[in-house]
Each structure stands twice: as structure tokens, then as C-alpha cells.
Nanobody
């Protein structure tokens, strides 16, 4: 069974940085993974994805140049470094196991971690 646990969320001022972590358990970690976020009353939006061996990364236009996805397969962990944060980045952030920019491409999800950016 696969379990994904996010951490690293919190309250930060606009312009600040946070690094989210997603610890995975289970033998299916050796797959592509992604990060999404969901603000209240909105759909869950794709942010970034990374291939199994980190050779390919993809970003939503809204975070390109500000967020960086990475992974450490030895630690079964995926990271999302978030810089130059804006109040509109406030949301619950989720990691997921799968591929692509649509939630339908992902079959395991973490419970989410709250990120709040104050102005």
C-alpha cells in the first residue's frame, strides 16, 4: 500500500519561501510524482511534476520560475521549493503519485498541507 505524507506548510509573508516535503512509503515510489494545490471554493490545480529519475520536470505557468520540484529517491521524498510567494498562492498543497497535468493521471494522494501567504 502506498502512503504519501506532506509536511512543511505554514504561514509566510509575501515574498518569502517555503519548502514542502512529501514522504512516500510503499514500493511504487519509483514512479513520476506531482504537486497540486486547492484553494477554498476552487478546483485542484496542477503545479509541477517530476519523472521517476528526475530527468523531466514540468511546471504550470502560474509557478514557473518561482517553484522548483525535486526528489530524493534514496529518501523516498519529493520536494517543492516555493520562492517569491504571493497571497494568491494560499491553498492546501497536495502531492500525488502519477503523471501529467490532470488529477485523473494520479492514483494516490497525500492528505495535504496548508500554505498561507500574508500580504
Amino acid at each position: 500500500q502506498v502512503q504519501l505524507v506532506e509536511s512543511g506548510g505554514g504561514l509566510v509573508q509575501a515574498g518569502g519561501s517555503l519548502r514542502l516535503s512529501c514522504a512516500a512509503s510503499g514500493r511504487t515510489f519509483s514512479r513520476a510524482m506531482g504537486w497540486f494545490r486547492q484553494a477554498p471554493g476552487k478546483e485542484r490545480d496542477f503545479l509541477a511534476s517530476i519523472s521517476r529519475s528526475s530527468e523531466n520536470t514540468y511546471y504550470a505557468d502560474s509557478v514557473k520560475g518561482r517553484f522548483t520540484i525535486s526528489r530524493d529517491n534514496a529518501k523516498n521524498t519529493v520536494y517543492l521549493q516555493m520562492d517569491s510567494l504571493k497571497p494568491e498562492d494560499t491553498a492546501v498543497y497536495y502531492c500525488a503519485l502519477g503523471y501529467g497535468a490532470d488529477t485523473a493521471g494520479y492514483d494516490y494522494w497525500g492528505q495535504g498541507t496548508q500554505v498561507t501567504v500574508s500580504s
